[in-house]
């Protein structure tokens, strides 16, 4: 079977990282197999589990697609991505990532192609083992702790309840970017997502 692109949920592996801030992407990958499931139309199909990698398939606007949680810890996200990419003839321009955003404040997600990594070792890693930054990204909002010293504790911790509360926002609404995607394409897709605002009560 031919598929049309890598949608790749970055995060780290273990239930001590499940609610961290870091694994907002491993969130709504989790959420697009549960939306697939649920879905004949989607044709959701559990793949390989190995050492590096979760895989399932799934049908989005009818394209045949792969969705990828990385078990190789954030940092080596590369080794799992482009390791896929190259199993099934996938292009970096056809990769998505969906990845945690410090710049962002919470709740709020960009959607664009290449560009900077700003730091993020899980997107360093996978321009250097894509040997392009050509790739798609879904920056999801975790925003910034007040020093920059406190980063790595910051992505670390989990969120809060009322942070919660935004995320289970965010993550359909991802997913309704990442159907508009392939359905319309990038410009539908990014004026759905950059005017997206969780509501609070």
């Not at 044709?43 to 078990?71: C, H, Q």
Request: proline share 4%; glycine share 12%; aromatic share 8%.
């Amino acid at each position: 079977m031919e598929y049309k692109g890598l949608i790749a949920g970055l995060g780290n592996p273990g239930p001590q990282y499940a609610a961290t801030r870091h694994n907002v992407g491993f969130m709504v990958l989790d959420g697009l197999a549960e939306l697939a499931k649920s879905r004949k139309s989607m044709r959701y199909e559990a793949m390989d589990i190995s050492g590096d990698y979760e895989l399932f398939k799934v049908s989005i606007a009818g394209k045949n697609l792969l969705a990828a949680k990385p078990m190789t810890y954030m940092n080596l996200s590369g080794k799992a991505v482009a390791a896929i990419c190259g199993k099934f003839s996938i292009a970096p321009a056809d990769v998505v990532v969906l990845h945690d955003e410090l710049d962002l404040p919470l709740g709020r997600i960009k959607f664009k192609k290449g560009g900077g990594n700003n730091g993020h070792r899980g997107l360093e890693s996978i321009q250097e083992k894509l040997g392009t930054p050509g790739f798609l990204r879904m920056r999801l909002g975790i925003g910034r702790p007040e020093f920059s010293s406190q980063v790595r504790d910051w992505v670390l911790e989990e969120f809060n309840k009322e942070e919660f509360d935004a995320v289970n926002q965010v993550v359909p609404a991802a997913i309704k970017g990442l159907d508009l995607f392939y359905r319309r394409g990038q410009g539908t897709a990014t004026q759905f997502l950059h005017t997206f605002e969780p509501t609070t009560d």
